[in-house]
């Protein structure tokens, strides 16, 4: 299967939008949560301030930190999607054009909220 420059934008915007989905998104919280320590404090305005830390010890602490990373979380995203893009070409196909679209919607919408806010 050959990699054209349109399969290589669709696979690194399904990249984009999975890696924030696992690091960053409330909907995959429950993903995280095994691997956090949550600290709340409170700053010097009297506002509560959430903090997640990875786990101290053992394979937690590992997937923690990876959790943590958006750059790690990346690189193993990049490695699944090409990979299963690669053997699943007929399975993989949409859910990667679903994820592309998502992420370009993101990307979108961020430029959108920049222009917004000033």
Not at 34 to 63: A, C, L, M, S, W
Not at 84 to 95: E, H, I, R
Not at 100 to 118: L, R, Y
Request: charged share 20%; proline share 4%.
């Amino acid at each position: 299967m050959k990699l054209t420059i349109l399969n290589f934008f669709i696979l690194s915007l399904a990249c984009f939008r999975l890696t924030r989905l696992i690091v960053f998104d409330k909907i995959t919280e429950f993903i995280r949560a095994p691997f956090y320590d949550e600290v709340r404090e409170v700053n010097p305005d009297g506002e509560e301030e959430v903090y997640y830390i990875p786990k101290q010890t053992g394979i937690k602490h590992f997937f923690g930190e990876l959790l943590s990373c958006y750059w790690c979380t990346g690189i193993w995203m990049a490695s699944a999607i090409v990979i299963v893009y690669y053997l699943f070409p007929a399975f993989s196909a949409p859910v990667i054009v679903i994820l592309a679209v998502a992420g370009f919607g993101a990307i979108i919408e961020a430029i959108v909220q920049h222009f917004i806010e000033k």
